[in-house]
């Protein structure tokens, strides 16, 4: 069955970096578009970044210039850099992989940016 595992979540402060991954396995990687998205409490689940099978990306306004999202299809892994993080970038961020919806979810990783 497919699986999404994500990792690489913690604490940072602002200003600082952190790089998330997501593992998957049970599926045909390199045809699958992949994304990520986040959630903050009390806050709607919203799209960050995405890329597609063909490594087209695109990114949320309130992160373009600072997250970078990219695959890599020999580890079956899609990552999202983080730069110049923000308070507001606080939350559960969520790996998203479908060919068609409704795709299929990872089960969170946390960060928090705080001093």
């Known amino acids: 069955q497919v699986q999404l595992v994500e990792s690489g979540g913690g604490l940072v402060q602002p200003g600082g970096s952190l790089r998330v991954a997501c593992a998957a396995s049970?599926?045909?990687?390199?045809?699958?578009?992949m994304a990520w998205y986040r959630q903050a409490p009390g806050k709607q689940r919203e799209l960050v970044a995405a890329?597609?099978?063909?490594?087209?990306?695109n990114y949320a306004d309130s992160v373009k210039g600072r997250f970078t999202i990219s695959r890599d299809n020999a580890k079956n892994t899609v990552y999202l850099q983080m730069n110049s993080l923000k308070p507001e970038d606080t939350a559960v961020y969520y790996c998203?992989?479908?060919?068609?919806?409704?795709?299929?979810w990872g089960q969170g990783t946390q960060v928090t940016v705080s001093s």
């Open positions: 890329i597609t099978s063909g490594g087209s990306s």
């Open positions: 049970g599926m045909a990687f390199r045809v699958y578009n």
């Open positions: 998203h992989a479908h060919v068609s919806l409704p795709g299929y």
